[in-house]
């Protein structure tokens, strides 16, 4: 099962919005509402940003959010902040025989 | 709260063998599955399989087939991990994390090296 794609980095000055696309195909992004996002700092565990592609869990800021349009999902993050700087890995319930897959990640650089 | 608390890293030859666990708290443990998650150094998230806390029904990532194999103890509240025939290529942080349509929570990471 190939990855979801996603860029490799992206970059942004504080308060600015920035946009991470993740993009799969109908067996996946495009055919279940079950695209989640994770936010990892270095040396830490994955944490939950998003699930169900635009449900945010108790204790997450509402400046992330998240949609969906076709075979691509996106999370999107306004107001940048210092510490928003990690990777972001997306991930999707797929029909495969493996049922869930990331994406390769993307490193978000706040300038 | 919810929470999952992995066992401590381990150093293995090649061709050795690893038992991961990873004991939960803070909720009903087999109401939800358990999914393992590997991340090897630099490199991305790689999904490894799940398990049902509920029957121990099992799924694996078909390039790890015949190498891992996925466990519960119910009476403990605790999953595990074991990976059989290490290779270099291995060595990596191995997280558990609850799972339903997300991944959510995670364990604080496992780093199994794998050098001769």
């Known amino acids: 099962q190939s990855a979801l794609t996603q860029p490799a980095s992206v970059s942004g000055s504080p308060g600015q919005s920035i946009t991470i696309s993740c993009t799969g195909t109908?067996?996946?992004?495009?055919?279940?509402?079950?695209v989640s996002w994770y936010q990892q700092h270095p040396g830490k565990a994955p944490k939950l940003m998003i699930y169900e592609v635009s449900n945010r869990p108790s204790g997450v800021s509402n400046r992330f959010s998240g949609s969906k349009s076709g075979n691509t999902a996106s999370l999107t993050i306004s107001g940048l902040q210092a510490e928003d700087e990690a990777d972001y890995y997306c991930s999707s319930y797929t029909s495969s025989s493996t049922p869930w897959v990331f994406g390769g990640g993307t490193k978000l650089t706040v300038l | 709260q919810v929470q999952l608390v992995q066992s401590g890293a381990e150093v293995k030859k090649p061709g050795a063998s690893v038992k991961v666990s990873c004991k939960a708290s803070g909720y009903t443990f087999t109401s939800y599955g358990i999914s393992w998650v590997r991340q090897a150094p630099g490199q991305g998230l790689e999904w490894m399989g799940w398990i049902s806390a509920y029957n121990g029904n099992t799924n694996y990532a078909q390039k790890l087939q015949g190498r891992v194999t996925m466990t519960t103890d119910t009476s403990t509240s605790t999953a595990y991990m074991e990976l059989r025939s290490l290779r270099s290529d291995d060595t990596a942080v191995y997280y558990c994390?609850?799972?339903?349509?997300?991944?959510?929570?995670w364990g604080q990471g496992t780093l199994v090296t794998v050098s001769s």
């Open positions: 994390a609850v799972v339903g349509n997300w991944f959510d929570p």
């Open positions: 109908s067996s996946d992004v495009g055919g279940y509402n079950y």
